[in-house]
């Protein structure tokens, strides 16, 4: 393990912030470095770290950490109506959504500002204010852990669900994204009817918005609601949007009037989670170290000192008080390490 530092602290790499030690620890900037050190690695447990904004170390981590640093935005194809990306894993995913606007290129804008890699967007294909990675994906190309092979996986072989994806059930922990592929238009049709973009489009006198001015008007909403890692350690949304029977959503809509929802399928409705967790009381409480953000009661934060072991507790105590009150069961969106 002659490549490897020893007994790392890994806060320094991940949005949440909370101290905890990973045994061994890497980086690798291409996939040849990378097979170098899976070849290491032997039968210790894996971890792959991109902008580290989607996880809570939960203890210390008894095994690999790889930090993935692979850049690059390519050109590789082109038509009349688009042009297909080729994206290092390693991008902050913002600047690549930046890059994408100066090109003059749509499809991402809705997703500006979403902390991470471009690597992890399709792990949980991302998605914001109506857009998910599936809808400008093309392909990703990967390395399988076990034998170093690289493998191409195209929209279907991803089998992307709702903030979900292959690579978070049948293929979790099998491969290393090490770049990605996606289609953008040259003549976007924008996505503004979901959340406020509108509002925030009307309230800058924009009549006729740009791919840009959409990706300022969610800069500015994500801005006005969500805390700034830099400032205050979190992993963003901690909590999927539950969707539920459209049956149980009716029932509970006579007891609870205002709850909103939007259309899945004909049998099943999403509920904002923020909105359950806002009207349980738990926004703005603080406990100990760590609370739930004063502006998003979809953000758990960490206050400065606060453990992975707090903050997990904290997501235990909301789940079950969300049961309880409504019957419906809250999910985790941020993976918990150790």
């Known amino acids: 393990m002659k490549d490897f530092e020893y007994n790392i602290d890994i806060a320094p790499f991940t949005t949440f912030g909370v101290r905890a030690r990973t045994q061994y620890f890497a980086a690798f900037s291409s996939v040849e470095a990378l097979r170098a050190l899976l070849s290491d690695v032997g039968e210790r447990e894996l971890l792959i770290l991109g902008g580290g904004s989607n996880m809570l170390f939960v203890r210390d981590f ?17 038509d009349k109506d688009s042009v297909v990306l080729n994206v290092g ?32 967007s399709p792990i949980q294909n991302i998605g914001a204010y109506g857009v998910e990675i599936k809808d400008v994906f093309e392909s990703l190309e990967a390395v399988e852990i076990a034998t170093g092979a690289a493998r191409t996986f195209d929209l279907d072989a991803c089998d992307f669900g709702y903030r979900d994806s292959i690579f978070k059930r049948e293929l979790r922990g099998k491969y290393v994204i090490t770049s990605v592929s996606f289609r953008l238009s040259k003549a976007p049709v924008l996505n503004t009817s979901y959340g406020t973009i509108e509002q925030e489009l009307a309230a800058r006198q924009i009549a006729q918005p740009t791919i840009k001015n959409v990706s300022d008007a969610v800069i500015a909403i994500r801005r006005s609601k969500l805390p700034d890692p830099a400032e205050i350690g979190n992993g963003g949304s901690f909590f999927k949007n539950p969707i539920i029977p459209h049956a149980q959503f009716l029932a509970l809509k006579k007891r609870f009037e205002e709850m ?6 004909e049998d099943s409705v999403k509920v904002p989670a923020g909105w359950l967790i806002d009207q349980a009381g738990w926004k703005g409480k603080t406990f100990g170290a760590c609370g739930v953000h004063k502006r998003q009661a979809l953000v758990l934060v960490n ?7 707090e903050i997990y507790a ?8 969300i049961f309880e009150r409504y019957g419906i069961r809250l999910e985790r969106e941020v993976n918990m390490i150790g």
């Open 260 to 265: 909103p929802s939007y259309p899945v399928d």
């Open 89 to 120: 894993a390693g991008e902050n995913w913002h600047e690549f959504v930046l890059f994408a606007i100066a090109q003059g290129l749509g499809g991402v804008e809705n997703l500006s500002l979403i902390p991470g890699s471009v690597g992890a």
């Open 314 to 321: 904290l997501s235990e105590r909301i789940i079950d008080d």
């Open 303 to 309: 206050y400065g000192d606060a453990t992975g072991a």
């Open 62 to 78: 008894q095994g690999v950490t790889l930090r993935n640093l692979i850049t690059g935005i390519e050109r590789v194809d082109e």
